[in-house]
């Protein structure tokens, strides 16, 4: 078991463009998270899926971000149209829910910068 | 609304000084989960505590202990004899009901330095 992997860990692209980052959770675990880091700030959650399904969605996740989960293991997150403010950490994390459960464990995250 | 707050901003000791790192939260749920993460440079958040709202019963963990207050809203953390290794900012956490597998909220976060 390797933990949560994201890749890329950092990503440099320019205002406008489209970018896609990929979370691979724990093997077994079956809720997938997707939080937002900005510099001094904690973590803000984004979106979170059960297996394949999408549960809940923030109010700060635009029309130009949308998540997936196609098979119930890895996911991506995407954002159209890149703009300045979308510069942040992209964080995913899992967890286990049901019989058995366990806290929310963190990737190292994906480091976007908009230039 | 839930709301994490943490009012210390940065905070500097000498090594093997005792620190608390201070977290009150607001919630209108009565069942409720509450989490203190740490984040060293290199950027991975790790899981150091879960704690019920039903379980006030303060823990302690090596150097780490906690104190679990209701009547006050606060769920404070003391490392005992702090080493340079503490040096990471540390996030306080709320999740509300089920499991404490839904979505957390987090505070700003304590930048803690030690120096040696």
């Known amino acids: 078991d390797t933990g949560v992997s994201q890749n890329p860990r950092h990503k440099i692209t320019k205002r406008g463009q489209n970018v896609t980052f990929r979370c691979d959770p724990i093997s077994e675990h079956n809720r997938l998270y997707w939080y937002r880091q900005t510099l001094g700030q904690g973590p803000e959650f984004l979106t979170y899926?059960?297996?394949?399904?999408?549960?809940?969605k923030s109010r700060l996740l635009s029309d130009r971000f949308s998540a997936e989960r196609p098979k119930g293991s890895f996911s991506t997150l995407e954002i159209q149209r890149t703009e300045q403010g979308d510069s942040a950490m992209y964080l995913c994390a899992s967890s286990l829910v049901g019989q058995v459960e366990s806290e929310a464990f963190f990737g190292q995250g994906t480091r976007l910068t908009v230039v | 609304a839930q709301k994490v707050t943490q009012a210390q901003t940065e905070i500097s000791v000498v090594e093997k000084e005792d620190v608390t790192l201070d977290c009150v939260y607001e919630t209108r749920d009565t069942t409720y989960y509450l989490f203190w993460y740490k984040q060293p440079p290199s950027g991975e958040l790790v899981f150091l505590i879960r704690r019920n709202s039903f379980d006030e019963q303060n823990e302690i963990s090596g150097r780490y202990s906690w104190n679990f207050q209701k009547s006050t809203s606060s769920f404070n953390f003391t490392i005992t004899a702090s080493q340079v290794v503490d040096s990471a900012v540390y996030f306080c956490?709320?999740?509300?009901?089920?499991?404490?597998?839904?979505?957390?909220?987090f505070g700003k976060g304590t930048r803690l330095s030690v120096i040696a």
């Open positions: 956490a709320l999740s509300e009901a089920g499991s404490g597998n839904t979505p957390l909220v």
């Open positions: 899926f059960q297996n394949e399904a999408q549960l809940e």
